[in-house]
């Protein structure tokens, strides 16, 4: 519960600073479309007030929307008429700001106050696919239902009628191999970067160019394409063209496209796991040989490197790496080989490693002193163990219980990236997109992160105190004292 409500609090403070204190004139400094509405006030105005509504800032509604909310007759849709101005005086009560464009049309503007502003993020947060999702004037015999079904590939599947997404369940021979749309994140779309699409999506979905496989479509037609049949969602009936009737028998023609690249989250996870593994392969038989061969040359030479590596800044590090390797004709650039060559993860992977190994050697040669100099080490050589065994069976055993907490953080936290290392190698992972996205101002992509990096960063720690209690069983966790 503890770890639940600091989610919910380090998300909160975001959202009220990110909403409440960052100019909302600086949101539409990148947008490329405001120049072209230079000089026109009221399709400018009626651009700005859209997108903050898009962004979960405002509600902002134009007479149009006005009447057709309130089912009105034909007059409503008229500058000044009777109707319009009755429903008007309705949304001042409620406390919006009403306005008028050069031609007397209405407009009306409410800001969300800030328990709303949290109120609505959290409300939305969670999508739950369903039947009666799709309201299509055009198509009132959609039949409604959940069903199974062969897919495109012959496997089975779960699919739906009347959902947004025609396949709640799938296979396929991706990682985790088992795939869901019932049930989504929803942090908001993205903007002024990466325009209209869902912040997940843009850090979730493959990059790269487009891969083309031969794919039978349900009508029986036979093409090479990109679109995955299996993020296919309804599609309004008025919207279907004579290319979609070639290749859908159904509305369930708005497809997103396979590409060849991982996405960020695999990029950064790719390269995070593997620094990861190194640096405790090196890091822990490195540790305990300084530890048993304290005092002696080994231990200086490793307390050197421990020191040079904390003295020098990152920055000047990575580029000493980086220019060593390019005399090994080892690429600069992440792109110049690409995802796909060994070669472009080489570099990138030994910086990561080598930053981190610093702080882990000195911890685990740390735990082990510590151990060293216990009670039960002397009991230990009293009772005339050998230097060996008594490294080997107690002091390694209990100095690596501290080394055990951290490695869950470790390994989920690899999918943040490497801010420093990512950029300087132009690479297309997760590490970049937090200064990317508040240099932008792409404000919803900033809550987004800020809440999958602490959800991670609680869940790591729950899973470390957990490992904990399984490797030491002195170690217990309970409802009232927590862990003992």
Not at 92 to 119: A, C, H, P
Not at 304 to 318: G, K, R, T, W
Request: overall charge positive.
């Amino acid at each position: 519960m503890r770890a639940v409500v600091s989610l919910f609090i380090v998300v909160s403070i975001a959202i009220v600073m990110v909403f409440l204190l960052i100019p909302r004139d600086r949101i539409f400094e990148n947008d490329q479309s405001i120049s072209k509405l230079s000089g026109k006030k009221d399709l400018l105005a009626a651009y700005k007030l859209g997108k903050l509504k898009d962004l979960g800032y405002l509600d902002y509604k134009a007479q149009k929307e006005i009447c057709e909310i309130n089912q009105a007759s034909k007059d409503c849709f008229s500058a000044g008429s009777s109707e319009i101005n009755e429903l008007i005086k309705i949304y001042e009560k409620d406390g919006y700001t009403i306005n008028k464009t050069e031609d007397g049309f209405y407009y009306v503007v409410k800001d969300y106050k800030t328990s709303r502003l949290i109120l609505n993020f959290y409300s939305n947060l969670i999508k739950i696919d369903h039947t009666g999702v799709i309201k299509d004037p055009n198509n009132l015999e959609l039949e409604r239902k959940v069903y199974f079904a062969k897919d495109h590939n012959g496997m089975l599947s779960i699919k739906c009628s009347g959902c947004e997404n025609q396949y709640l369940l799938y296979f396929n021979g991706s990682f985790p191999f088992i795939h869901q749309n019932f049930i989504k994140l929803n942090f908001g779309i993205s903007y002024p970067t990466y325009i209209g699409l869902n912040t997940f999506s843009v850090i979730s979905n493959k990059q790269g160019e487009l891969k083309n496989k031969e794919i039978t479509f349900e009508t029986g037609t036979t093409a090479k394409s990109a679109i995955n049949l299996h993020s296919c969602t309804y599609k309004m009936t008025e919207a279907i063209d004579d290319l979609d009737k070639a290749k859908f028998v159904n509305n369930y023609a708005k497809c997103t496209s396979n590409y060849t690249d991982p996405s960020m989250i695999e990029v950064s996870y790719i390269m995070g796991i593997l620094s990861l593994v190194f640096s405790y392969l090196i890091s822990i038989p490195l540790g305990v040989v300084m530890a048993k061969e304290r005092g002696k040359l080994i231990d200086k030479i490793g307390i050197i490197y421990v020191n040079l590596m904390i003295a020098v800044p990152s920055l000047a590090f990575i580029f000493f790496v980086r220019n060593i390797g390019s005399l090994f004709k080892l690429p600069d650039k992440f792109s110049q080989l690409g995802f796909t060559d060994v070669r472009s993860y080489i570099m990138p992977v030994i910086i990561l490693t080598l930053l981190s190994t610093s702080s882990l050697i000195i911890w685990v040669r740390r735990y082990m002193v510590d151990q060293t100099n216990s009670d039960y080490v002397k009991f230990a050589k009293a009772k005339g163990l050998s230097e060996k065994e008594i490294f080997n069976t107690h002091i390694l055993k209990n100095a690596i219980i501290p080394i055990v907490n951290g490695i869950p953080s470790s390994i989920i936290l690899s999918i943040g990236g490497a801010v420093i290392t990512e950029t300087i190698f132009a690479i297309p992972g997760m590490g970049k997109m937090l200064p990317d996205s508040i240099k932008a101002v792409n404000n919803n992509m900033v809550i987004t992160l800020t809440f999958i990096f602490t959800a991670l960063s609680v869940f790591s720690l729950v899973l470390g105190d957990v490992l904990m209690a399984l490797i030491d069983p002195r170690i217990k966790l309970d409802n009232k004292g927590g862990s003992r």
